[in-house]
Each structure stands twice: as C-alpha cells, then as structure tokens.
C-alpha cells in the first residue's frame, strides 16, 4: 500500500510459467471493504444475488429478443421456440459446472481462474487474455447498438435525425459515463445495472403479458393456426446454433465473482437463474411474434420484427416503448461487460501474464482503476473505429471456448480433488452435465461464419504466444 493508502499493486501470484496455485481467502460476511491478502489486493463484495441476476440477465437480453425473432422464425417457424429453449438447456449444462467452479474458487476472472487452476497456466492464459478481448468487442457491439437504439427512438418520436452523425457519438459518450461510473465504485455500477434491468423487464413482461393474452384470443382477435415446424427438425437445430449468441452472459456473473457477497450462496443461484429467466422470455417472445404476424410475415421484417409486433399492438407507442426496451438492453449488456472486461484484465495480472500495473486497485473506491482503464480505452477505440459485428461474432467464439474448458475444468478438479477444493454447490450427475456441455459448445463453433473462427482461432494464437514471450521474458528477469 502506499503511503497515501489509495492504491495498491497486486503483483503475480507466482513465478511466471508456472500453473497457478490456488490460494483461497475467504472475505468475511458482510465485509465489503477490500482486503490486503498475502496474494494481493481483494476487491470489495458490493454485489448481491440481486445485482447478479442483473448482471447475467442484463448481458443476455438484447438479440434474443432485439434482433433474432424475425431470423429464427424464417428459419424455423414457430418452432424457433424450440431453438430458444434448446439454447437455454445448453447454456444450463455450462451455468452448473460454472457454478460449482465459483463457488469452490469465487475469485475474479471466471473462466480464466478456473481453467488456469485446473488445466494449467497456458490454457487458463490463452482463455484470460482472448475473453479480454473477446469482451471488448462484445461492449464495442453493444455500445454501437446503443446508439442505434437512441437514433430509432428519436426518429420514432418525431426528431429529424436523418443526414445527423449521431449513433457514434453517442455510442462514445455512453462509453465514457459507464467506464467513469465502474471506476468510481462497483455498487454505482451495480445500482445501475439493477434499475435498468428493472426497468427492462418491467417493459418486457407488460409487451409479453399483453401479445400472450392476444394470441390466446383473449382479445377476440383470430390468428390463423399455421405449422410448427413447417420446415422439418433440422432448422430447429441450426437456428439453436444461431441464437444460443444470445446465451452468453451468465458466465459474466462468474467473472465478477470477486464482487459478490456470500459467494456459495449468491453464484449458483445468480447463474442458474439468469438462464432461466431469459430463456422463458426468449421463447414467450417467439410464441408471441409468430401468433402475431405469422412466421413467413415476421421473416420478411428482419432485424426489426420486434418493433413492428410492438407497433401492431400498441401503434407508435408500442413501437417507441420497445425501442426504448432495446436500448436499456444495450446500456445493461454494455455495463456488465465493462465491469466483466476489468475483472478479467485483473485477474491475468494477479497471475503475471500482463505487467502489475493492471492489478491496481483504488482503495477510496475498491475498484480496478487501471484495468478499467485497460477495458474501456480499447472499447471506445473501436467504437470510434464502427465496424463491430464481425468481431462480436469471434466474442461469441472465443466465450464457445471457454465455455468447453470450463466442463473440461470441472472433470480435472474432481478427479484431482485438490485439498482447498470445497464447493458449496456441486454439480448432480456431473460427468454427463459436464460432458454434454463441452461438447456442446465446442459442437457451436462448427455452426459459426468461416470468418469468425479464423479470427478467434488467430487470437488464441496470439495469446499463446504473448503467454510464452512475456512469461518467459519476466521469469528471466527475476521480476517475480
């Protein structure tokens, strides 16, 4: 600690090259101050099971709803809640080997610490520092999204924005609130990200609630019966592919793991339960979109079928509100990314794979100045830069890997049962739990565009690489 008492450095917890060893410390119940450990600077526990259902549900909800139900339904039809719900059982069968993993190790990083502790510094380092940046161009995406969001609502409302530069700026703006308000303490984040989901879900259940009765006749208007599958089985599978993008959050909540009070308790349950929760709203919004229009109608609306199932049943209000719905999404999903991108950056410089600088922490505000600063510098580049939905596809290839690694984690933790093991939750049945899901994973990378995996597989290379010149270079020099 300095002599200030602001900042400490977390140096690497051991020598470079070498698998991490774990070294649990557990934070007393409702202690929320950062801790000084023999291991370094612990966050502060601001987080509770609340904050991380809102984290998890908030990273989730956005294409599922926003951009895939006019997609899924040319492709599948009605069916397409098939697809959402098979999307939701494979994301299960990762959220419970996931879950066990933080409760035994609730340390900051997620994936990354548990790979790293199971498998080995190499791959835990070539996870650790490709979901780094797997997470900066996934809060790029979101943050353009965002402002996308905010041009559709103006123009809905009536403001002239055509010919106007405005999703970029806005986007950028955005960018710089959500990094300063992380930076000035996770419980301002945490608040934020609670209300907006709050609100968003608020927005979500009365749309859902109101098509649902619609469908059901309930308002005597007739829809006619169409085919539930009118294309066959395969569809079902290959559009699951397509949306289960729309899956990846829960494992956010791990990587905040560190942040989170009573940690056995709140990680499972914050997981388990943000599938849940999305999955029932992602196929509620499929029954009701393709009872409203029609899968062949909806189809032909695209990227905005929601916007206009909205405007069929409430005109230009229902239209404005669920814009208004979709950017909430993007600031929640922007917002957990951000805190999700520092904790990752933290936890590799704990480890040594990036310089300790990065493992600073602000004890006025128990936050990660520098990593945050490592997380949303590089956003707002690419944001300025646009051209982000390639690379929130290889986000999506690079959390498929990790994913797949944690279930392969899992079998090496128990087979190995190392003596600091001790879940407070452990996984039923959990070779066939952990087997389906690594391989479903890993089987999801197939269904992605060849672009994609070119660059994901690029980054895992580099990463590699940068593992072995920077881990080497400092074990020579005796930093550690």
């Given amino acids: 600690m300095t002599a200030s008492g602001e900042e400490t450095v977390a140096s690497g917890e051991n020598r470079a090259g070498e698998t991490p060893q774990t070294a649990i410390v557990s934070t007393p119940e409702g202690t929320d101050e950062p801790s000084v450990t023999e291991t370094g600077t612990e966050l502060e526990r601001t987080i509770g099971l609340t904050g991380g259902i809102a984290i998890g549900v908030g990273t989730m909800i956005g294409a599922g709803i926003f951009v895939f139900p006019g997609i899924a339904a040319g492709r599948a039809g009605p069916a397409a809640a098939v697809s959402f719900g098979l999307g939701a059982i494979i994301a299960l069968l990762v959220a419970l080997p996931a879950s066990e993993l933080a409760t035994a190790m609730p340390k900051s990083g997620g994936g990354y610490y548990f790979i790293s502790r199971a498998l080995g510094a190499l791959p835990g380092a070539i996870v650790g520092i490709s979901i780094w940046l797997g997470l900066v161009f996934a809060t790029a995406f979101y943050l353009v999204g965002f402002g996308n969001y905010a041009a559709a609502v103006l123009a809905e409302a009536g403001v002239d924005v055509a010919g106007v530069p405005v999703v970029v700026p806005l986007a950028l703006l955005f960018g710089v609130f959500l990094t300063a308000l992380n930076l000035f303490g996770t419980e301002n984040a945490a608040a934020l990200q609670n209300y907006v989901v709050g609100l968003l879900l608020t927005i979500l259940v009365i749309f859902l609630g109101y098509g649902g009765l619609d469908a059901l006749g309930v308002f005597g208007r007739a829809s006619t019966p169409e085919t539930f599958a009118p294309f066959g089985a395969t569809p079902v599978f290959t559009t699951a592919a397509l949306v289960f993008t729309s899956y990846l959050g829960f494992a956010q909540v791990a990587t905040v793991a560190g942040d989170i009070k009573r940690p056995g308790r709140n990680l499972p349950l914050a997981m388990i339960a943000s599938v849940v929760l999305v999955g029932v709203l992602y196929v509620a919004t499929i029954f009701v979109a393709t009872s409203a229009f029609g899968s062949a109608a909806l189809a032909s ?60 922490v602000n004890l006025r505000y128990g936050t990660p100045h520098v990593a945050l600063s490592m997380a949303g510098g590089p956003v707002l580049v690419l944001v300025a830069l646009g051209e982000v939905e390639v690379l929130a596809e290889v986000a999506s290839f690079l959390h498929l890997v990790m994913y797949s690694l944690m279930c392969v984690a899992l079998f090496a933790m128990r087979r190995d049962e190392p003596e600091w093991y001790d879940p407070a939750f452990r996984v039923p049945a959990y070779p066939l739990v952990a087997g389906l899901g690594a391989v479903s994973s890993a089987g999801l990378i197939l269904f992605m565009q060849p672009t994609s995996q070119i660059i994901g597989i690029a980054i895992m290379l580099a990463s590699a690489g940068w593992y072995k010149y920077y881990a080497d270079d400092v074990q020579l020099k005796g930093v550690l």
């Fill in 301 to 360: 609306f695209g990227e905005t079928a929601i916007v206009e199932v909205a405007r069929n049943f409430g005109g230009r209000a229902g239209a404005i509100a669920i814009l208004i719905a979709g950017l909430l999404a993007t600031v929640s999903s922007a917002n957990a990314s951000i805190l999700s991108t520092s904790r990752a950056v933290f936890a590799v410089s704990k480890d040594a794979l990036v310089p300790g600088i990065a493992g600073r």
